[in-house]
């Protein structure tokens, strides 16, 4: 046989084992798994012996947050969005405020960035984890679509750009509102910085793209393969960095200007599938994005990245310990591999 080629992708999982006493006076051994990122690289921990665990806040789907209703207290109801909200740059829109169906954008009043706006999704002040419509979800992206666009034509060197969500405080939401957070600057982030420089050195070297590449060893390895929505692909990740995490992959499209409608209501599909997935799991708090760099020259596919963080309930740890925080790997508790098994059934309808 051939030598494995090692500029290809691998998929490393190795073992560490913990023994102890337990209290009881049996003798224990304890295993955790340490994967390695095939993409970036990084590795993470899946302490499997916690999957039996339950999480304080999770024995059943937390109620609603407090604010839940006070509509006329929130900067982005209407109708005090309109006079609460900052509008965009003449250069950008002359109406200052950017519409798609229900969706509304305008900037961000506390930026990140050059160009740091909001998406609505519509007038409705809460939605819980899995209940928004699909064409509010697709209606916001599409918006988000449009004011890049918008960014590319006026500012040829804002190649760095990436489309977010907060769901709730416990994932760093600062507003209930839901709605989509844009970003776009010269300066790239960590992740566009390390991704892009991985998928074009990938393409050099193997003439293929990473993430197709990724993809078409997870289609036929199966086991963290979930389904497809239209053109998107999705996949439990076999390195975690999040919990539950799971990814929609959009092979060889490179830019957000090469995503057409119907794929971002096919993309608002899938997400909507994996928050019903998640609702099973009583959670009620998650993180998604998207990130791209326009150039042409760029090999970066679109992937989008979806997980669950700790519930919004009293008293919920955070899922960000000393570990994560101070040496850097992430730790699970539950196998890629189940996450799949358990994300596929709301997949097949
Ligand atoms: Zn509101």
Redesign the pocket.
């Known amino acids: 046989m051939p030598p494995a080629d090692p500029s290809r992708l691998k998929f490393e999982s190795q073992s560490v084992s913990a023994a102890f006493i337990e209290p009881s006076g049996n003798i224990a051994e304890r295993i955790i798994q340490i994967r390695t990122n095939p993409i970036t690289r990084r590795t993470c921990r899946i302490s499997l012996s916690r999957i039996d665990e339950k999480e304080p806040g999770t024995e059943s789907l937390p109620g609603p947050p407090p604010d839940a209703d006070k509509?006329a207290q929130?900067?982005?109801?209407r109708p005090q969005v309109s006079s609460r909200t900052p509008r965009l740059h003449p250069d950008l829109s002359s109406d200052g405020r950017l519409t798609r169906g229900e969706s509304l954008l305008f900037p961000n009043l506390f930026p990140y960035g050059s160009y740091s706006a909001v998406s609505l999704f519509d007038?409705i002040?809460?939605v819980e984890i899995g209940k928004a419509s699909t064409k509010s979800y697709a209606d916001s992206f599409i918006n988000c679509s449009g004011y890049l666009a918008r960014i590319k034509k006026r500012s040829p060197d804002t190649v760095y750009m990436a489309i977010t969500q907060n769901h709730l405080p416990s994932a760093g939401g600062s507003?209930?509102?839901p709605h989509l957070q844009i970003n776009a600057d010269r300066l790239p982030a960590n992740h566009q910085r390390i991704l892009l420089k991985r998928a074009n050195d990938f393409y050099q070297q193997n003439g293929s793209y990473l993430f197709s590449e990724y993809l078409e060893h997870e289609i036929s390895a199966g086991d963290r393969y979930i389904g497809a929505t239209g053109l998107w692909q999705w996949m439990a990740a076999f390195a975690p960095e999040g919990f539950f995490e799971i990814w929609g992959i959009l092979p060889q499209k490179t830019s957000f200007q090469q995503v057409t409608a119907p794929d971002w209501k096919d993309l608002a599909r899938g997400i909507l599938k994996v928050q019903r997935f998640y609702r099973s799991l009583c959670r009620n708090g998650y993180n998604l994005g998207l990130l791209s760099v326009e150039t042409p020259a760029s090999r970066l596919e679109l992937r989008i990245v979806i997980m669950v963080r700790s519930n919004y309930a009293a008293w919920v740890r955070s899922d960000h310990t000393g570990f994560e925080v101070i040496l850097g790997d992430m730790t699970t508790f539950s196998a890629p591999e189940q996450t799949a098994e358990q994300a596929r059934p709301f997949f097949s309808s």
């Open positions: 509509t929130c900067p982005f109801c007038n002040h809460f507003l209930l509102h």
